[in-house]
């Protein structure tokens, strides 16, 4: 059918032309959209404007549209598959950068231009098509990682069943439905590599919309047939002589058990609600609920409300809440690092989605750009320069220019309201924790008349209400806790007992390490997603890492599958010697800085949350497994 293409003018209007450009190349074979001066030339958190002069994007529109109109009306046909030369020249085009030796790779792969992926798996041979029936994993989660794990282990032809304690998939974003709920990696990189969207509404879509989104690749892939809803695992033993893992469910008619020969656990970390530890909790005699378990029967409307915490759930919820309730009071420990994103409730352009929808690997290319812009390519400015001796609110000249940038467009939102401007810059680096993107509603809600920030310290909870160190009681009808999650306690509540009956948490005494996030030793064929170090400050969507990690666990599969061995483990030398690397990774990073408290350190001040390398790194060492760096045993005999 014909393509309407009265809405293109509009649409070349919205584009991106960088991306538009490398989408050309694609549709005419022509370099010449690459030409100088139409190369960007971005500043960093800019929403993508190119520096290129008007007159130059009105040349470029109308070329484009002329070819556009060509390909879409059937005169010209797609050219073929640019050179590997060329697709490096037009990432740097669309970068504005020269992207340094070894992404090139990544970025191809990332893009699937030949429509292929290293992600996919292939598992091809009739030997291995029937190695992998003889497999049998269970999933333990229905959310993004674990839905992922499942499509990747149909494409295998592994046999699975996934577990999940809700009654629906989601994960995440199926229980926290907090008003204002979104997510903050741009959608056009928080989806599956291979589950493109063209009609995402907004750029950072809210929590219904990405439900819809999973719920919609769950049914495409016909995976619910696949969940046991409502359905927890309470522990889990690994049975040596037969090597398979002894698993303990409840389910909504009582305890079951089933075997597995490997368990990937998909859990996510920011999971189990946090509530803090503070006296007089239990006593508040009005209604109070944790921002991840919100209560929708609890009408705000005319009541005094207190809000604890000011994380990335309480910064998104109070602008939802400040103009229906009576007063707020926000108590405030640390101040988040809101970095400005102007655009960030904004809806997509319908000329951006016509585009997508339409030009071929135009969304490809919109997508590589923003890979690249707000992944690696941060990742220099919350690195710490080891011989720093400037002050302990940023770790290097550039973080501390950074600092500045943020902190003058915070400010700038409040000229009048030094007071409150004083309040809410972080004194640690920026970088330290995750930063919020900040559209200037946090602000907004904070300067209304009903709201107050309190930056006291919480003394105790009472019957009615809370009071400070300073001893003043303030009297709320109800409150709300935005303090987070149990992200250190990877896992948990699950027993997991692996050789020789070890239990995991035991094990792990506070500390979580796992070999690239996924496995440790003494605990065969257990395989996590969004494991220990596999978390990411700046750069990037967590699904990209969810995609990488279960490439890497198919591979571990695929590698029981070939060899014939009944279970594997990393060898305790190369997992010990990975988490050494991380850990002086980690201690270079702004999170790490020994001034910075956060989530994503232990209580021994480990950061066991985060990865403290580029992308293209974990990309890399999750390509295969190597199998010097596992066990792998065949009943009780070593297979090396
Ligand atoms: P969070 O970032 O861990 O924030 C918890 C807040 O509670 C912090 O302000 C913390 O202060 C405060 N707090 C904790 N214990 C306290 C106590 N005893 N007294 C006073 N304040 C206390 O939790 P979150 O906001 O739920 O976010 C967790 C993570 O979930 C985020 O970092 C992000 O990765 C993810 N998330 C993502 C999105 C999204 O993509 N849109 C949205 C929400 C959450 P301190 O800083 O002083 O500890």
């Not at 001796?389 to 400010?411: D, H, K, W, Y």
């Not at 709201?451 to 919480?458: P, Q």
């Not at 997991?496 to 506070?510: F, M, N, Y």
Request: charge should be negative; glycine fraction near 8%; aromatic fraction near 10%.
């Amino acid at each position: 059918m014909a393509v309407d293409l009265e809405p293109l003018d509009q649409a070349l209007e919205t584009a991106h032309l960088p991306a538009l450009s490398a989408a050309l190349v694609h549709l005419t074979g022509e370099t010449s959209w690459l030409r100088p001066e139409w190369r960007p030339t971005y500043t960093p958190l800019s929403r993508g404007e190119t520096g290129v002069p008007e007159a130059e994007q009105a040349k470029m529109r109308a070329a484009a549209k002329a070819a556009i109109t060509a390909y879409l009306t059937g005169k010209a046909p797609m050219a073929a598959i640019p050179s590997p030369e060329v697709l490096h020249q037009m990432m740097n085009f669309v970068a504005g950068a020269d992207i340094p030796e070894g992404y090139g790779d990544f970025l191809t792969d990332e893009l699937a231009i030949d429509g292929h992926s290293t992600k996919d798996p292939n598992w091809s041979t009739p030997e291995l098509k029937a190695a992998a029936r003889k497999l049998n994993v269970l999933v333990v989660g229905a959310g993004m990682s674990g839905l992922l794990a499942a499509i990747r282990l149909t494409q295998a032809g592994v046999p699975f069943e996934i577990v999940d304690k809700n009654p629906d998939v989601g994960g995440t974003w199926l229980e926290n439905t907090y008003p204002g709920c979104r997510v903050d990696s741009s959608n056009h990189i928080y989806s599956y590599s291979f589950e493109p969207n063209h009609f995402w509404p907004q750029h950072f879509s809210t929590q219904p919309v990405l439900l819809d989104y999973f719920r919609g690749v769950a049914g495409r892939y016909d995976l619910k047939k696949k969940v046991r809803f409502e359905t927890v695992v309470e522990e889990m033993a690994w049975d040596e002589a037969r090597s398979v893992w002894k698993v303990r469910l409840k389910t909504p008619s009582g305890i079951e058990h089933v075997e597995a020969n490997a368990v990937i656990t998909a859990v996510g970390q920011l999971n189990r609600p946090r509530f803090p530890d503070i006296k007089g909790r239990e006593s508040f005699r009005g209604p109070s609920f944790h921002s991840a378990e919100w209560r929708h029967d609890v009408d705000l409307t005319g009541k005094r409300v207190a809000v604890i915490g000011t994380g990335a759930s309480a910064f998104q919820f109070v602008p939802e809440i400040v103009g229906k309730v009576a007063s707020l009071s926000v108590f405030q420990r640390t101040p988040p690092w809101g970095f400005p994103v102007p655009h960030y409730h904004e809806d997509v352009p319908e000329g951006m989605n016509w585009l997508m929808e339409h030009v071929p690997f135009y969304d490809k290319w919109y997508r590589f750009w923003m890979f690249w812009m707000v992944t690696d390519g941060l990742l220099p400015m919350v690195t710490a320069d080891p011989d720093w001796t400037g002050p302990t609110t940023a770790v290097s000249q550039l973080n501390l220019g950074f600092r500045e940038m943020i902190a003058a467009a915070i400010a700038a939102q409040a000229p009048d309201r030094p007071d409150l401007v004083a309040k809410i810059i972080p004194t640690y680096p920026p970088g330290g924790k995750r930063a919020l993107l900040d559209n200037g509603v946090w602000l907004d809600a904070l300067k209304r008349d009903n709201v107050e920030l309190v930056t006291d310290a919480i003394s105790e909870v009472t019957a009615s209400g809370i009071v400070t160190a300073d001893g003043q009681a303030r009297d709320f009808d109800v409150i709300i806790y935005g303090t987070g999650f149990h992200a250190s306690k990877f896992l948990w509540p699950m027993k997991i007992k692996g050789r020789q009956g070890a239990d995991l948490h035991e094990t792990w005494a506070g500390d979580p390490r796992a070999y690239l996030g996924m496995t440790t030793p003494g605990f065969p064929n257990l395989f996590m997603i969004y494991g220990p170090n596999t978390n990411i400050v700046v750069n990037g969507s967590i699904v990209f890492f969810s995609e990488c990690s279960v490439r890497y666990i198919l591979g571990c599969l695929k590698l029981l599958a070939q060899t014939g061995a009944a279970a594997m483990e990393p060898k305790r030398e190369v997992h010990d010697a990975f988490n050494i690397r991380v850990d002086e990774g980690n201690r270079l990073m702004a999170w790490g800085a020994p001034q910075v408290t956060s989530w994503y350190k232990n209580e021994a001040g480990r950061v066991t949350q985060n990865w403290p390398f580029a992308l293209v790194d974990y990309w890399r060492a999750t390509l295969a497994p190597d199998p010097k760096d596992f066990i792998l045993t065949k009943s009780a005999e070593l297979v090396e």
